[in-house]
Nanobody, 122 residues
Framework: VQLVESGGGSVQAGNSLTLSCAVS????????MGWFHQAPGKEREGVAI???????GYSDSVKGRFTISQDNAKTTLYLQMNSLKPDDTGIYSC?????????????????WGQGTQVTVSS
């Protein structure tokens, strides 16, 4: 099981970034996938999830600005981040929950990528 994020960087507020997560395990096809954000000095929190049917969910802080998606082959997970704010600064990690329960941000995300840094300046 391997998850590898890419696409982080430094941008000014109001700009956009797209994060990618390359997924290399078969059970991804039925997994609940998520993106998580850890701001400096804060706990990690979920920002977006997508289930095997493509149903998505977002935290209130990113709703309307971020979009989670996956390619048709389900080998890559994306997070399109628009209208970025300084509060969006931090490490973004993708994760997989293959326990086949409800797809929720507090689920059993047992597999994690190494994370990618996003820095938004004002």
């Amino acid at each position: 099981v391997q998850l590898v994020e890419s696409g982080g960087g430094s941008v000014q507020a109001g700009n956009s970034l797209t994060l990618s997560c390359a997924v290399s395990f078969y059970t991804y096809r039925s997994a609940c996938m998520g993106w998580f954000h850890q701001a400096p000095g804060k706990e990690r929190e979920g920002v977006a999830i997508i289930d095997s049917d493509g149903v998505t969910g977002y935290s209130d802080s990113v709703k309307g600005r971020f979009t989670i998606s996956q390619d048709n082959a389900k080998t890559t997970l994306y997070l399109q981040m628009n209208s970025l704010k300084p509060d969006d600064t931090g490490i973004y990690s993708c994760a997989a929950d293959i326990a086949h329960g409800r797809c929720i941000m507090s689920g059993d995300f047992a597999y994690w990528g190494q994370g990618t840094q996003v820095t938004v300046s004002s």
